[in-house]
């Protein structure tokens, strides 16, 4: 059993520095009022002063946990759904796995740990790591992490791959800073709580019509900042709305499509699968735009880059926008997922091994905390992409009608009880 340590959101015990308000605010000052997608990127990723870039933010002592860093046992759990993705994709002789915003690398460490183990099952295929990351600090501790010393940053500045290494067990590992570098090829990607820190617009509806929600300076105190909705509509406004919208309120992340529409496309051309897992609604939900820090609600517009923003992902824009490319599966509830993946099984052989009374408490709180509804089982879903041939039935010759039944294509786990038939 791993135990995982953090060294929080602020490492040197330094105050968040003014400079993201003030960045902010000149900005307003010289441009007039800013988008929430301009302002979320800014906060998150400006390549200064950003929350991801500055920050190790996960974890007990930083501002917000995530499953990874909770149990070992959901990196293992989406390592057999790999394999298995793997062997319905037919086993091809490369494998790539890519994740998206890796984070401490815990779930890429699992899972690898799990192709180790099962390293009969993946035969001569050869495998690589590819981690899209933003952050410098995150991909220093995921190289420390996944590499141990193992890894060595790119000499030039505008090379797609910044970095690049050995895992401790023994594959390749390349860091890029978008999808786009990450090389063609059958892969299985991975997005864990990486959807919702990407940036949303926000719309309201209005006696006029549908407007913008921007993010301006409060007059009556200037080093605060305020919402406003625009007069008119702006490009957003009129181009990301649905014409038969029903909300009062909409959030879309333009940014998350287009990463959809990439997977999609990578998917449908050279095979393999993607695996979406965050919180998240099914296009009915409205505000959900929030701040987190040290674990506790924080307001988005009070000292920005100090704490973490987030905004459920609509998974029914997702499957919009992979637009029938692929075939979506889910959102399913992370219980469902889990359970259907085997998790209680799996509890029950780390238990048998494991004598220890307070790793045994640990095990069964981590368990709980994963898959209880009240806790993370319902509030966190899984979407799947995968190509159409995935779940198709192989082509019968025409013309033989008494042939046998042609096989079945595999299920797919976690969307459907693993079997191993
Ligand atoms: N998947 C990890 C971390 C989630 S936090 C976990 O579940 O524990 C979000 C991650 O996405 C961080 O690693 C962050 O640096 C990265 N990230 C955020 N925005 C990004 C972007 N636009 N491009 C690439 N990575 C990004």
Redesign the pocket.
């Known amino acids: 059993v791993h135990t995982r340590r953090s060294c929080g959101s602020s490492p040197n015990g330094e105050k968040p520095r003014p400079s993201m308000l003030r960045h902010l605010t000149s900005k307003i000052k010289a441009t007039g009022p800013i988008s929430v997608a301009e302002y979320m990127r800014e906060v998150?990723?400006n390549p200064v002063t950003g929350y991801?870039v500055r920050n190790n933010m996960?974890g007990p002592d930083g501002d917000f946990i995530?499953?990874?860093?909770i149990s070992q046992i959901f990196g293992e759990l989406l390592g057999v759904w790999i394999l298995s993705e793997w062997m319905g994709g037919g086993r091809p002789k490369q494998l790539q796995l890519v994740?998206?915003?890796?984070?401490?690398g815990?779930?890429a460490s699992d899972v690898l740990r799990v192709f180790s183990q099962l390293r009969s099952v993946l035969g001569e295929a050869s495998v690589s790591l590819h981690l899209?990351?933003?952050?410098p600090v995150?991909s220093r501790l995921q190289a420390q992490n996944l590499t141990g010393n193992y890894s060595q940053e790119a000499g030039a500045e505008d090379e797609p791959i910044y970095r690049r290494g050995e895992t401790t067990t023994g594959l390749p590992v390349s860091w890029y800073?978008?999808l786009d570098d990450v090389p063609a090829g059958f892969s299985i990607f991975l997005a864990?709580?990486?959807f919702d820190?990407?940036p949303i617009h926000k719309f309201q509806r209005t006696e006029k019509g549908w407007r913008e929600v921007m993010v301006d300076i409060d007059p009556e105190t200037p080093d605060r900042l305020r919402f406003v909705v625009t007069p008119s509509p702006t490009l957003a406004s009129s181009t990301l709305v649905q014409a038969d919208e029903r909300r009062d309120h909409v959030e879309v992340c333009a940014?998350g499509g287009v990463i959809i529409q990439q997977l999609a496309r990578r998917i449908s051309e050279d095979g393999g699968a993607a695996l979406i897992a965050d919180y998240g609604h099914d296009g009915t939900k409205t505000d959900t735009f929030r701040g987190f820090k040290g674990h506790q609600l924080h307001d988005v517009l009070v000292s920005p880059g100090s704490a973490d923003l987030t905004a459920d992902v609509d998974f029914s824009y997702l499957r919009r926008m992979a637009a029938g490319g692929v075939v979506c599966l889910g959102p399913v509830t992370q219980r469902t997922f889990l359970k259907n993946m085997g998790i209680d099984t799996r509890l029950q052989v780390l238990l048998r091994n494991c004598a220890d009374p307070s790793t045994r408490k640990q095990l069964i709180s981590s368990y709980d905390m994963l898959t209880n509804p009240a806790k993370m089982g319902e509030r966190f879903h899984f979407f799947s992409l995968l190509p159409h041939s995935r779940l198709s039935k192989p082509k019968k010759p025409e013309g033989l009608k008494m042939e046998k039944k042609s096989p079945a294509p595999l299920p797919v786990a976690g969307f459907s009880e693993l079997s191993f038939s």
């Open positions: 998150l990723t991801y996960l995530t499953s990874p860093e994740e998206l915003g890796p984070g401490k815990s779930l899209v990351e933003v952050s995150l800073r978008c864990h709580e990486f820190a990407l940014e």
